[in-house]
T-cell receptor, first 116, second 112 residues
Framework: GAVVSQHPSWVICKSGTSVKIECRSL??????MFWYRQFPKQSLMLMAT?????????EQGVEKDKFLINHASLTLSTLTVTSAHPEDSSFYIC????????????FGSGTRLTVV | KQEVTQIPAALSVPEGENLVLNCSFT??????LQWFRQDPGKGLTSLLL?????REQTSGRLNASLDKSSGRSTLYIAASQPGDSATYLC???????????FGKGTTLSVSS
């Protein structure tokens, strides 16, 4: 099956600092990865679509300068939360789709970010 | 614009019951449909993937059906167990290779 590894699982950072979250497809190549945000007891909210070798496409209302996305290879995408503030505290999840679509969409285990 | 709806929003059943979760979508031109499970504070686990050409998929006690023409899918869970307690999400791609569009989920609680 297809596996997506997401790290870290949880992180606590001070307000004003930056945090990087990694998402790796372990056994398949993913030209496209997706980043979501989820608030408690709410649905997943798509933040951006990450394409290998090109700029990410951000959803309306998502600050591209705050949430920097890099997809430098077919197996790695990163989300950097810059100058984090308490309101950025949330659960962030990445997803990838294998090229042939045999396994549908695979999700990482998520990252719980707490900004203090 | 594709919209996905799940009914019921929440369900509580005693252990051993068979149950059905419902999912409907407005645009029948889907590539596939996927059912996920999410435990509190965790990521999503894929349960079943049904391609557009398929009518159903089975995995253990889970069976998912797909009726594209009517825009519906059901997830059948047989002999429910407390470990099945979680939120179940139904999702379809917004388009070729685009992000999934999710329903709001059904939160299932199975009591022992």
């Amino acid at each position: 099956g297809a596996v997506v590894s997401q790290h870290p699982s949880w992180v606590i950072c001070k307000s004003g600092t930056s945090v990087k979250i990694e998402c790796r497809s372990l056994d398949f190549q993913a030209t496209t990865m997706f980043w979501y945000r989820q608030f408690p007891k709410q649905s997943l909210m798509l933040m951006a679509t990450s394409n290998e070798g090109s700029k990410a496409t951000y959803e309306q209302g998502v600050e591209k300068d705050k949430f920097l996305i890099n997809h430098a290879s077919l197996t790695l995408s990163t989300l950097t939360v810059t100058s984090a503030h308490p309101e950025d505290s949330s659960f962030y999840i990445c997803s990838a789709r294998d090229l042939r679509g045999d396994y549908g969409y695979t999700f990482g285990s998520g990252t719980r970010l707490t900004v203090v | 614009k594709q919209e996905v709806t799940q009914i019921p929003a929440a369900l509580s059943v005693p252990e051993g019951e068979n149950l059905v979760l419902n999912c409907s979508f407005t645009d029948s031109a889907i590539y596939n449909l996927q059912w996920f499970r999410q435990d509190p504070g965790k990521g999503l686990t894929s349960l079943l993937l049904i391609q557009s050409s398929q009518r159903e998929q089975t995995s253990g006690r889970l069976n998912a059906s797909l009726d594209k023409s009517s825009g519906r899918s059901t997830l059948y869970i047989a002999a429910s167990q407390p470990g099945d307690s979680a939120t179940y999400l139904c999702a379809v791609p917004g388009g070729a290779g685009t992000a999934l569009i999710f329903g709001k989920g059904t939160t299932l609680s199975v009591s022992s």
